[in-house]
């Protein structure tokens, strides 16, 4: 069975490093988000991407973080200046439409 | 605004019934989900709602009631490996974000 699959699964950096968080999206699906939850509390979205390009993202997603589909295959997420408070798990997912499947996440912890 | 409500915490008996209710507001509606979340692993799908009614998939349940904004998972014959977070999330205005929940953590008891 198609899963989306993420590396690496643990990441950590100091702060005001970059890190670039990759994504495997399941393979005819055509939307591809990033969510992120911090220890404890609830998933947040962060960016949807679509045909190239962004189609949403949220208030969280600010000019520290960019998102790109280098080839047909990979999804990334970069955050530019890591901040203590973005140590979280960092979900992908990808859809083709209502369902979205998620990726086993990336636990990123800034030091 | 949009939001969701979900009880913190729930425990039920192996072998039991259990229902985890949800209630949202939304300006615009396209279906309620429900997630299955065990701890430091990813959600994952339980069920799509978008009619009025229950929609039944083996051990699993869900209801929706549009009108009155408020949906529940019922979940039979519980196992030990249900013991999970469930989380109840709907599409944001635009389609394409989830709105999410804080989850509803359920604890199964031998």
């Known amino acids: 069975e198609p899963e989306v699959t993420q590396t690496p699964s643990h990441q950590v950096t100091q702060m005001g490093q970059e890190v670039i968080l990759r994504c495997v999206p399941i393979?005819?699906?055509?939307?591809f988000y990033w969510y992120r939850q911090i220890l404890g509390q609830k998933v947040e979205f962060l960016v949807s991407f679509y045909n190239n390009e962004i189609s949403e993202k949220s208030e969280i997603f600010d000019d520290q973080f960019s998102v790109e589909r280098p080839d047909g295959s990979n999804f990334t997420l970069k955050i530019r200046s890591t901040k203590l408070e973005d140590s979280a798990m960092y979900f992908c997912?990808?859809?083709?439409?209502?369902?979205?499947?998620f990726g086993p996440g990336t636990r990123l912890t800034v030091l | 605004g949009q939001n969701i409500d979900q009880p913190t915490e729930m425990t039920a008996t192996e072998g039991a019934i259990v229902q985890i209710n949800c209630t949202y507001q939304t300006s615009g509606f396209n279906g309620l989900f429900w997630y299955q979340q065990h701890a430091g692993e990813a959600p994952t799908f339980l069920s799509y709602n978008v009619l009025d009614g229950l929609e039944e998939k083996g051990r699993f349940s869900s209801f929706l009631s549009r009108s009155k904004g408020y949906s529940y998972l019922l979940l039979k014959e519980l196992q030990m490996k249900d013991s999970a977070s469930y989380l109840c999330a709907f599409p944001g205005d635009s389609n394409y974000q989830l709105i999410w929940g804080a989850g509803t953590k359920l604890i199964i008891k031998p």
């Open positions: 393979s005819n699906h055509l939307y």
């Open positions: 997912a990808s859809s083709q439409g209502d369902e979205q499947f």
